[in-house]
């Protein structure tokens, strides 16, 4: 079964580095996602991603983030100068545009720890 | 943001009861989604419903979607141990891909 899946599981960096995560959605899938979850909240919108340009971004999404697609398949996350308060599980996620576009499926995350 | 509130947020029951989980909100969404995630991992997708007033059926699980479509119910039969979990509505609005996730119910069922 296609599935999405999400490098590296865990992230350690120093606050004030940058960090990429990697995403690699289902393959006929149109519409990427990230989104995030700080430990015990609820998970959050942070920027979709159709025909390689950001449709769609929160509030939480601000210069310090990017999104980019280098190739066909893999769709990342940069954080450029990461603070504390970055710590959370990241998840991809992934969906296509028949019927119900919003139906994502959703990689099993990163845990990105910033100390 | 459009705020989906779930209640309980805890519940712990014996196996072979029954459950609801409510996800409630002021907002009208053009579809939700129910999903499930286990500590450490991605929420599974496991229904989406879009008509108000919509029933699906999975195995022992019912989802209901409201009349007017900003509110759903997940409704679980004769509860296992392997239904133990958290629980997550998360609404689409019209015109936009973003999904609001609501705020989890935790599930326990207890052998």
């Known amino acids: 079964e296609p599935e999405v899946t999400q490098t590296p599981s865990h992230q350690v960096t120093q606050m004030g580095q940058e960090v990429i995560l990697r995403c690699v959605p289902i393959?006929?899938?149109?519409?990427f996602y990230w989104y995030r979850q700080i430990l015990g909240q609820k998970v959050e919108f942070l920027v979709s991603f159709y025909n390689n340009e950001i449709s769609e971004k929160s509030e939480i999404f601000d210069d310090q983030f990017s999104v980019e697609r280098p190739d066909g398949s893999n769709f990342t996350l940069k954080i450029r100068s990461t603070k504390l308060e970055d710590s959370a599980m990241y998840f991809c996620?992934?969906?296509?545009?028949?019927?119900?576009?919003?139906?994502?499926?959703f990689g099993q995350g990163t845990r990105l720890t910033v100390v | 943001t459009q705020l989906l509130e779930q209640s309980p947020q805890f519940l712990s029951i014996q196996e072979g009861e029954n459950l609801t989980v409510y996800c409630n909100s002021s907002?009208?969404?053009?579809?939700l989604q129910w999903y499930r995630q286990e500590p450490g991992e991605g929420p599974v997708l496991l229904v989406t419903?879009?008509?108000?007033?919509e029933v699906k059926k999975l195995k022992r699980l019912t989802f209901q979607f409201g009349d007017a479509r900003k509110d759903s119910s997940l409704h679980i039969t004769a509860a296992q141990p392997g239904d133990t979990g958290l629980y997550l509505c998360a609404g689409a609005k019209s015109g936009a891909n973003n999904l609001f996730f609501g705020t989890g119910t935790r599930l326990t069922v207890i052998p």
């Open positions: 907002s009208v969404f053009s579809s």
């Open positions: 419903v879009v008509t108000g007033g």
């Open positions: 393959s006929n899938h149109l519409y």
């Open positions: 996620a992934s969906s296509d545009d028949r019927g119900t576009k919003t139906e994502a499926f």
